[in-house]
C-alpha cells in the first residue's frame, strides 16, 4: 500500500524568508506522480506544484519548487519569498496505480509579517 | 480557467435525512471523483467514476453513499441517511488524462446535527 507522512504539522516562516516542508512516500510503482496542494482558510483545495517521478528534474512553479529524491523517497516543497497569502495547509500526495490520490496528513504554514 | 463548480458550499441537514452534493466537473474531463475530509483529518478517497460508473470505492463508500451523473455534466454524491460523523468537507474532482493534476472543487461543508 502507498503511503505518505508529512512530518511537520505546523511550520512557521518570516514573511519573504524561505521554507521547505518535508514530504515522505512509499510505493511499490516505478512510475507515479507527486503533487502539492494547499488549502487556505476557505478549505479550498488547490494545486500548487506536480512532479512526474520518470523525470529527475525539480517541478518549478514561480517562488514554489520541489526536491524529488526518488531513492529516498523525499519529495519537499520549498516556498520562496514567502508572502502572508502562503498561510494554508499544505498537502503532499501521490497518486496511486488506480489513479486515486493517497494524501499525507498535512503541514500547516503560519507566515510571521 | 476551467472550474469544479460544487454546490451548495455549507449545508446542514438533520441526522438521518438524505443530501445531494452537486459538482459540474471540467466540461472536457473524464474522470471524477468525491474525496472528503472531516475536520482536522486527513483526505479521504471514497469514489471515483468513469465512462458512466463506479471504478473504485473505498470502505467509506458503504450503502449508505451513492454516485450519479444523470445529464452529462452534474456529478452528484447521495447519502441517503446522514449519520454525525457524515459531518466533512466533500470536495468533488476531475481530471482528463491519467497522468494530469485534478481540478478540485471549493467543496461542499456537510454539517449533520
Known amino acids: 500500500a502507498q503511503t505518505v507522512t508529512q512530518s511537520q504539522p505546523e511550520m512557521s516562516v518570516q514573511e519573504a524568508e524561505t521554507v521547505t516542508l518535508s514530504c515522505t512516500y512509499d510505493?511499490?510503482?516505478?512510475?507515479?506522480?507527486l503533487f502539492w496542494y494547499k488549502q487556505p482558510p476557505s478549505r479550498q483545495m488547490i494545486l500548487v506544484i506536480r512532479q512526474e517521478a520518470y523525470k529527475q528534474q525539480n517541478a518549478t512553479e514561480n517562488r514554489f519548487s520541489v526536491n524529488f529524491q526518488k531513492a529516498a523517497k523525499s519529495f519537499s516543497l520549498k516556498i520562496s519569498d514567502s508572502q502572508l497569502g502562503d498561510a494554508a495547509m499544505y498537502f503532499c500526495?501521490?497518486?496511486?496505480?488506480?489513479?486515486?490520490?493517497?494524501w499525507g496528513a498535512g503541514t500547516k504554514l503560519i507566515i510571521k509579517p | 480557467e476551467p472550474e469544479v463548480t460544487q454546490t451548495p458550499s455549507h449545508q446542514v441537514t438533520q441526522m438521518g435525512q438524505e443530501v445531494i452534493l452537486r459538482c459540474v466537473p471540467i466540461s472536457n474531463h473524464l474522470y471524477f471523483y468525491w474525496y472528503r475530509q472531516i475536520l482536522g483529518q486527513k483526505v479521504e478517497f471514497l469514489v471515483s467514476f468513469y465512462n458512466n460508473e463506479i471504478s473504485e470505492k473505498s470502505e467509506i463508500f458503504d450503502d449508505q453513499f451513492s454516485v450519479e451523473r444523470p445529464d452529462g455534466s452534474n456529478f452528484t454524491l447521495k447519502i441517503r441517511s446522514t449519520k454525525l460523523e457524515d459531518s466533512a468537507m466533500y470536495f468533488c474532482a476531475s481530471r482528463r488524462t491519467g497522468d494530469e493534476g485534478y481540478t478540485f472543487g471549493s467543496g461542499t461543508r456537510l454539517t449533520v446535527v
Open positions: 510505493t511499490s510503482e516505478s512510475d507515479y506522480y
Open positions: 500526495a501521490i497518486l496511486d496505480g488506480n489513479y486515486q490520490l493517497i
